[in-house]
């Protein structure tokens, strides 16, 4: 290791002139990239941000705020998606937990093969989706058929929060499955063995091991999964028509133009929308850091 | 007797989310099924109808084109991005995985907002054009396709093969297209077909920013939310289902055979 250590380092004495020329020329290559992420996720960023603060006549102002804070429609919208963002989250992370656990001590063969259904799974979002829980669940659903042909139920509503939580608990399911069935890779099962050898029942083995070696990637996924749901907008769109009140549809039929062009309302969602997610990032970075002291000591 | 409890939960989660999928073949292989407990008859006369459809085989191809030109413009630019930032500028790379978070987090609503703002009128007026697509796709696939690149640079030591390249004679330019382009291409058509996928499920940012003048797949497939029988739209799921199908199991396959050699 030291050898090659000193070996790069008498090369890059030696040959000092040609790195920085390269150097140069490398830098060249990183201008189309440069273009493209300032146009089209820095910019539009930038003048959501200024836009919020602008009024119909360019003037500096509080007012889409202002409008925000006191329109009950609005923070209905807000409320809506943070409910549905928690508890799909919640319940999403919940089932693949143990989804993955389980999937882990399958033997090798069918496990590829179901990884390969998730995959494909995970992608299957948006209109598709929702027009498939309207086949499946709707009035005259083949779901719905079954079930009242048996007798088990009367009815169900699939355009209703309930349906619509459904459906968002499906679609984080294939998301957390691929993202937490990795992370088992870090539980070795013979810890597990010992706790019991030591006395300790599995739940404290869950408790005190298993979940804090993986913490820092369940939180990580968490995120990622309330992000999904907090951003959802067609598969919402189409399964309940756009009359479920939820921020993102909220937002876009500000800037559509179908009901009102609101350039500023939209703009002060969004960045509402952004701060409730940067909110979760930081509350995450602080968990981490206080269970990471934690287990330390 | 334990493995067994494990293949119950792992079926019975793989069928609650195949259920859907499940339930709309069954439908849309019906001639006619209301209130009874089984279909009446069973038919592929919606899926005849499907693929003699103009409007959607058109759909189909625009899908395709306007991704594949997305993904050629994302490999073309960002290989030799990540290859440069991870051979010369290590400070970089912090900022690129910083990159990586901003795209998960802004959700497309938010952008889209942001988009129509700038781009509406002179000089870019890109809203309401397919060039708009390519842009906003490249910042959607990023974070899949850098994290596809990464990962495929940091399996091989290209600080030392680059090296060896040079001493033998070659410039940095050569050894990046015969040596590294070849050894990460595999990696990176993995990546690239699961982003392909991806993105042709794309729906909210076509429908903001170009509109009902350019018919994608799922722009088709929300347009024909009346007027057409359930059992046509549930054929036109399946059909888009069996898409995924094809793009996610090529990849797992050449995956596969990467894996293997």
């Known amino acids: 290791m030291e050898n090659i250590l000193k070996l790069e380092k008498s090369k890059k004495i030696s040959i000092p002139k040609r790195g920085l020329k390269e150097h140069e020329k490398g830098f060249l290559i990183l201008i189309p990239f440069i273009i493209l992420i300032g146009m089209f996720l820095i910019s539009p960023f930038i003048s959501v941000f200024i836009g919020s603060f602008l009024n119909e006549f360019n003037e500096i102002t509080l007012e889409n705020y202002e409008y925000i804070l006191k329109s009950k429609f609005i923070k209905q919208s807000i409320f809506n998606s943070i409910e549905l963002a928690v508890v799909s989250t919640f319940m999403g992370l919940l089932i693949s937990l143990q989804g993955a656990y389980s999937l882990n001590r399958l033997k090798n063969s069918s496990k590829k093969n179901i990884l390969l259904f998730i995959n494909m799974l995970s992608n299957f979002s948006g209109i598709p989706l929702a027009f498939a829980f309207i086949i499946l669940l709707g009035s005259n659903g083949v779901m719905t058929i079954l079930l009242k042909n048996i007798g088990l139920i009367d009815g169900f509503d699939v355009y209703s929060k309930t349906g619509l939580m459904l459906m968002y608990i499906y679609f984080q399911l294939p998301l957390g499955l691929l993202l937490l069935y990795p992370v088992f890779d870090r539980v070795d099962p013979q810890w597990q063995e010992m706790v019991n050898i030591m006395g300790g029942s599995t739940f404290t083995f869950w408790k005190r091991v298993g979940i804090p070696v993986m913490l820092k990637e369940i939180l990580g996924t968490m995120l990622i999964m309330f992000a999904n749901a907090m951003g959802a907008y067609a598969c919402t769109l189409a399964l309940t028509n756009g009359t479920y009140n939820v921020m993102t549809i909220r937002i876009t039929s500000y800037i559509a133009g179908e009901v009102a062009y609101e350039p500023g309302i939209a703009s002060a969602m969004s960045i509402i929308l952004g701060g409730i997610l940067i909110f979760v990032v930081i509350i995450n970075e602080v968990m981490l850091k206080k269970k990471r002291g934690k287990y330390e000591k | 007797m334990k493995n067994k409890i494990h293949m119950w939960i792992v079926t019975t989660i793989l069928t609650a989310l195949f259920l859907p999928i499940l339930g709309t073949l069954v439908y849309s292989l019906s ?48 290989v030799p991005t990540v290859f440069v930032t991870t051979y010369y500028f290590k400070k970089i790379e912090k900022m690129m995985e910083l990159l990586v978070l901003i795209c998960f987090a802004v959700p497309g609503a938010v952008s889209v907002v942001g988009l129509i703002k700038l781009y509406s009128n002179e000089p870019f007026r890109l809203v ?23 990962n495929s640079l940091d399996g091989l030591n290209i600080k030392e093969l680059v090296e060896s390249a040079n001493i033998l004679g070659a410039s940095t330019k050569v050894a990046f297209f015969k040596v590294i382009v070849p050894n990460i291409s595999k990696g990176l058509s993995v990546s690239m077909l699961l982003t392909f996928s ?15 003048k350019f018919q994608t797949v799922q722009m088709y497939i929300n347009s024909i939310k009346s007027g057409y029988s359930g059992h046509y739209s549930s054929a036109l799921v399946v059909v888009y289902f069996m898409i995924l199908l094809m793009l996610t199991g090529s990849a797992f396959y050449i995956g596969e055979k990467n894996n293997r050699r």
């Not at chain 2, 309401?128 to 990464?150: D, N, Q, S």
């Not at chain 2, 042709?200 to 940012?205: A, P, Q, R």
């Open chain 2, 198 to 212: 991806m993105l042709f499920g794309e729906f909210l940012l076509v429908n903001m920013l170009v509109g009902g």
């Open chain 2, 31 to 78: 001639t006619k099924w209301t209130n009874t407990l089984l279909p009446q008859g069973l038919t592929l006369k919606w899926y005849l109808e499907i693929f003699q459809n103009e409007m959607f085989l058109n759909a189909v191809g625009k899908s395709f084109w306007i991704c594949l030109i997305s993904l050629f413009f994302i490999g073309i630019v960002l």
């Open chain 2, 128 to 150: 309401g054009t397919t060039y708009i697509l390519v842009g906003v796709y490249f910042v959607l696939a990023y974070p899949f396709v850098y994290r596809g690149i990464k």
